[in-house]
């Protein structure tokens, strides 16, 4: 839990950090090195909200809450930048890459959970 709290601070303060501005000529392919970067810092998110809260009953359910709280964190960062920051802006493309990130980590959990699982199976 401590863990999650520190990532959850750490993303708010470069999300709303007003000297900090992505390069725009970065870039990966046709997809701007921000939009990446936006992916991986929510999918991060989403693996350490599952691993903190998903237990043995309710999986389902709360790896759709999972889902859902960190693309409203997502999207609520990027609303907060308009309304508290003067040098950042609200950008619908970095709010779409925090939910591809959300949904992209969940499906990396729950991946490497059940390769775990199948893996402690046939060493049985």
């Not at 725009?24 to 936006?38: I, S, Y």
């Not at 991060?44 to 999972?66: D, P």
Request: net charge positive; proline share 2%; with cysteine.
């Amino acid at each position: 839990m401590r863990l999650l709290s520190i990532y959850f601070i750490a993303l708010g303060f470069l999300s709303l950090n007003p000297w900090l501005r992505p390069d725009p000529h970065l870039a990966v392919g046709v997809v701007g090195w921000d939009l990446v970067d936006h992916a991986i810092a929510y999918g991060l998110l989403s693996i350490l909200l599952l691993s903190t809260f998903v237990k043995q009953r309710r999986q389902l359910s709360m790896t759709l809450m999972g889902v859902l709280v960190c693309s409203l964190i997502g999207v609520m960062f990027e609303y907060s930048q308009y309304w508290f920051t003067s040098t950042r802006q609200f950008s619908f493309y970095d709010a779409i890459a925090n939910i591809f990130g959300s949904v992209l980590g969940v499906a990396a959990f729950w991946g490497v959970k059940l390769w775990l699982f199948a893996n402690a199976e046939r060493a049985k």
